[in-house]
């Protein structure tokens, strides 16, 4: 089963077809997050530094167009979505999505865009958000192309690295990338909500949703 699974990773990392694959998984992210586009990146890049292809550039360029596509297409279109994500019940986690980018969003925006983008729930109800209170598109533009480039070049990196490390092993390099990447993911979040916690707290006040 795994030679099986291997085998046809292998097949696709080999082909022209990885890059409009991977370039669909990530727009498809923008909008129903069933798995964090992050995944397919990192195993790109895992196999490119274990066996020296797909392109990594190539595949950088064709990530960060599919990402700010998405991404665009959905602030665009935040007015006809934010009624449905307001139904979120409290406690689950599209509500607490919703709150983390409403209060990052006080706390300064163009921050909270380009870290969104690292945070899977996250990103979705930004751009949502973000749509349907109107702020100025062109600087939503702006805070998410540096967001997704290194969004992009972060999640290939680490996949490269991985590659690199344990080039004998692509299956394994690919799990180390995808474990890294998700660990990264989760000490940027924590790191940036324990600065801001911190930074609230030092101005006399504390945020709440």
């Given at each position: 089963?795994?030679d099986?699974v291997m085998?046809?990773i292998?097949?696709?990392?080999?082909t022209?077809?990885i890059?409009?694959?991977v370039g669909s998984?990530?727009f498809?992210?923008c909008?129903?997050?069933v798995m964090?586009?992050?995944?397919?990146?990192?195993m790109?890049?895992?196999?490119?530094?274990s066996?020296?292809?797909?392109?990594?550039p190539t595949?950088?360029?064709?990530?960060?167009g599919?990402?700010?596509?998405?991404?665009?297409?959905?602030?665009?279109?935040?007015?006809?979505?934010?009624?449905l994500i307001?139904r979120a019940?409290?406690?689950?986690?599209?509500?607490e999505?919703?709150q983390?980018?409403?209060r990052?969003?006080?706390?300064?925006a163009?921050a909270a865009?380009?870290?969104?983008?690292?945070?899977?729930s996250?990103r979705l109800?930004m751009?949502?958000?973000?749509?349907?209170?109107?702020?100025?598109?062109p600087?939503?533009?702006?805070f998410?192309?540096i967001?997704?480039m290194?969004w992009?070049?972060?999640?290939?990196a680490v996949?490269?690295l991985?590659?690199?490390?344990?080039?004998g092993?692509p299956?394994?390099?690919?799990i180390?990338s995808i474990?890294?990447?998700?660990?990264l993911?989760?000490?940027?979040?924590?790191a940036?909500n324990?600065i801001a916690?911190?930074?609230?707290?030092r101005r006399g006040f504390?945020e709440?949703?």
């Amino acid at each position: 089963m795994v030679d099986a699974v291997m085998g046809w990773i292998e097949t696709l990392m080999l082909t022209e077809w990885i890059y409009p694959i991977v370039g669909s998984m990530i727009f498809l992210d923008c909008f129903i997050p069933v798995m964090p586009s992050e995944v397919p990146l990192n195993m790109v890049g895992a196999w490119a530094g274990s066996q020296g292809v797909p392109h990594i550039p190539t595949m950088f360029f064709v990530a960060v167009g599919c990402a700010m596509l998405g991404d665009n297409l959905c602030y665009a279109l935040g007015g006809r979505l934010m009624p449905l994500i307001n139904r979120a019940q409290k406690g689950s986690k599209p509500y607490e999505a919703l709150q983390w980018a409403k209060r990052n969003m006080r706390r300064g925006a163009g921050a909270a865009i380009i870290i969104a983008r690292f945070i899977p729930s996250a990103r979705l109800f930004m751009t949502i958000f973000l749509g349907a209170m109107r702020y100025s598109w062109p600087m939503f533009f702006f805070f998410d192309t540096i967001g997704v480039m290194l969004w992009a070049a972060q999640a290939l990196a680490v996949g490269y690295l991985g590659g690199v490390l344990f080039g004998g092993n692509p299956a394994i390099a690919m799990i180390i990338s995808i474990i890294a990447a998700f660990a990264l993911g989760w000490a940027l979040q924590k790191a940036q909500n324990s600065i801001a916690n911190w930074w609230d707290t030092r101005r006399g006040f504390a945020e709440t949703p």
